[in-house]
């Protein structure tokens, strides 16, 4: 029984990973075949010829005229995944036609549906519009993670580990001592959590690319539409500033953090990750120790998820864990992604998903 | 249910392997001894010590007087696989004694028998005559491949590969547009392709061989004896030059392609490949260039098929080929297989082999 | 279906090993924390934060006043494995605890109890006095085996085996020529072994620390107490010196040869080896001898077992070995292992344990 969801949008590349070259990402345990066209567009295809199952990206395989050629016999096929030449004959099998995936590019990442075609509905694509904004500065990456997705999304959706994990980058005593409000919108298929410091010690992560040098006020507003997509409204300013009454907010300074959690198979992940800032927007310096800082705490969280992987493949079955307060939000989101996963629409949380104690 | 065939004869070696030292090759997932005795002969034995199983073959193991000596608590046998001295007491029991293979070399290949020794029949071993013959030249391998023996049957059986995976070496495009015939001579217990292409361009691997500069007359004619043996008669000749009325074929050039396909496991198989020529004999620069290209040749199919390999063990269960006229002579030695792996006589195929469209 | 004895005594670590850091070692399958308190004592708990598993030993994990923070969300225990605090809360589950392992140090080695905590009687544990002992001089280490502890229980059992495996270095002919005598105390849960060689070659392993020079005679007499300790009784003395009519023996050389034999896993075993002696006690080149020639001597058994550990994991189902004389210890242990494994007490052995032919 898998617990990866389909038909589901799922982030598989940065735009810019996808030019003229054949470019291959699995999703969700399978295999795609991805190039852009002459015409701009994203093709995405089955990356398995429908002959021997070679892979289309191996060489010698190419693209000739937008076309793919299989490196093994030569089955030739178009972007809309239609066979167009096989070997030793004119007559081309009707059949012979790779699965297509539906494609959209929106805010920076390539999104394909995995499922039944007939229910790729692009509308529901959940936004980042931050990425693409001009109001905006961001860094992004991908890390592979050879861990289940579920344990990126547990780790996401309880900030408290930045205190211990990410300690001395930007976590702080604060964020671990101060509790969560949750809030699930089971009809949006949203999961909040909250958490409002007051007063802490600004962690280096912020300081230098704020500038901040004393307290801070920092607030951290999670939105996890699952499966996929991870925002982290991160506001950051001096001790008890807090936005005017117009709701505008000119002494803080904003961060959105991005992440796309996407399956690879069962037990590894596409961990994408982006950092968005509103100051500083063309300070190299600043974007350059964000991307290397980020990437650096993203890999703390790598190096943590794969022993729990490998943790988890030698423990015993029926290994319970132990959940408080500050796993609400993680629980509700493990609820959504089984009934996802399930099939079933959200009239009530198997029990098995854990409650906090 | 394994797929492999016994009560089958298979290449372990080439004699040249065998010599006065211990050698060990699985076969068919049978750990095998081998050494060449005193008088001459090839030993071949069970490699597991019948007392705790290590095996005979490893370090401090060794021969001693034409007998081995297990290098873990000493049990010693004779070349039929007899205990003949265990430690610590005098009475050897009478059930010591290792499984003993049947051996013929021929053809400068060393054939064992896998399965019940009864059925044994030396002259049921094909032949491959030409690569022991003077008045050919002959270059020849083995790769180890990391992929099931199966694959690459249906690689040898069609070379409209060669365009693509090998072009640049032995393909052009002419050998993927020609068709094939395929005769099956259920009897014989033999699967025969050929393809006869009129005017064709000479591939480096022809050109730099024989010295032809112009348009070629290419002929593959392919026997294949499941499980084990494989030939590809290859004629070569200027465009439009034929053998004469009397069967004489002085202006063309003979070459013998023999490939030994032996089951090392389910999953990994021993690829024994040999290029016997009937010109330039004694050219060493011939000989080194043809030596040099065929293990190029034999890579790229090494490589295509270890990927296939983890194709296979990655997709999900019931994945479907789609089969093409030029797959005639593989589906029709997959048949041949999966009744000898059945161990059934030859009256109808299972429907799950396939069949072209 | 395990084949590791639970509610048993296993060697851990020896005690230099366990400082004020934190140590881990996965005994049974079980992965222990360690750490020695400021008070002196060895703390032992599950390696395993109640929370989300993540292991207490992994950084940025730490110990801070004789308490173990996890580097993930700071869930803290004392050495009684209970949880004193967790983020975000001031409750503190009250099922929030480690299994804690009882521990007793003694002979220099650090035991722990595998299993249920209420058969924990220390007075059970088996001595190896000889190792803490100023009469002796001791060196010792520990090798990790990629082989089940099953293997190196039938290696100890059977020394037949020196005189391949170790020839050259404890072994000589006189070894394997020579029959056991086996004997087994089901009360006392001990399988006795000896062979006695009257007159026999000095192997290098003596005459390098003896001094040594003619031929000897050599007594082997074995102890072991399953599952964990293993003890070889070995006396080396000028051929025909025996003991005085008193006991006394003032002109042979002792060696305590000492394994613990501890499962790490169901195909893993550490491998605890010590070799004491009660001559030459301060000659730190004898020192320096044995501990590098037994480590070579363990090293030569560690590639072997692997070997048959990874021969097991490709042998045919219902493989059979063939037992004789030699075996007749290493049966009898394997009889009271798998009557220890099952549960039950001593009442006949499964026939499936085998015996010799």
Not at 84 to 98: K, M
Not at 195 to 207: G, L, N, V
Not at 216 to 227: K, L, N, V
Not at 264 to 292: G, I, K, S
Request: proline share 7%; with cysteine; charged share 20%.
């Amino acid at each position: 029984m898998s617990s990866i969801p389909r038909d589901q949008w799922y982030v598989a590349a940065y735009g810019r990973e996808i030019g003229g070259e054949l470019f291959t990402r699995t999703v969700c345990g399978e295999p795609i075949l991805f190039w852009r066209t002459r015409s701009g567009e994203v093709a995405a295809v089955s990356d398995r010829c429908v002959h021997r199952r070679f892979p289309l990206s191996q060489e010698p395989g190419r693209l000739v005229d937008d076309q793919v050629v299989c490196g093994y016999h030569g089955f030739t096929y178009g972007a809309d995944g239609v066979c167009v030449s096989v070997p030793g004959q004119t007559r081309v099998p009707r059949t012979a036609r790779l699965k297509k995936y539906p494609v959209v590019e929106q805010d920076t990442f390539v999104w394909v549906w995995i499922g039944d075609p007939e229910g790729a509905d692009a509308s529901r694509i959940p936004r980042a519009p931050w990425l693409a904004s001009p109001s905006y500065s961001t860094v992004s990456g991908m890390e592979p993670l050879q861990a289940r997705f579920g344990l990126l999304v547990d780790n996401l959706l309880d900030l408290s580990h930045e205190t211990y994990l990410h300690g001395g980058y930007i976590g702080t005593p604060e964020v671990a001592d101060t509790p969560i409000t949750t809030e699930v919108d089971e009809e949006a298929g949203i999961v909040r959590v909250s958490r409002h410091i007051d007063d802490a010690e600004c962690p280096p992560f912020y300081a230098n690319s704020t500038g901040l040098t004393g307290r801070i006020t920092r607030w951290q507003d999670i939105e996890y539409s699952p499966p996929c997509l991870y925002t982290l409204h991160s506001r950051i300013a001096p001790a008890g500033v807090l936005p005017d009454a117009g709701g505008g907010d000119p002494h803080a300074f904003h961060v959105e953090v991005v992440y796309a959690i996407t399956p690879e198979t069962e037990r590894t992940t596409h961990d994408f990750w982006a950092v968005a800032r509103d100051f500083a927007l063309d300070d190299q310096d600043v974007t350059d120790y964000l991307a290397h800082q980020n990437r650096v705490v993203v890999l703390q969280d790598v190096v943590a998820l794969n022993t729990l992987e490998k943790v988890i493949a030698d423990e015993p079955a029926q290994y319970q864990e132990l959940s408080i307060n500050i796993d609400t939000g993680g629980l509700a989101a493990r609820r959504m992604l089984a009934r996802m996963s399930a099939g079933t629409s959200g009239q009530g949380a198997p029990a098995a998903a854990g409650r906090p104690r």
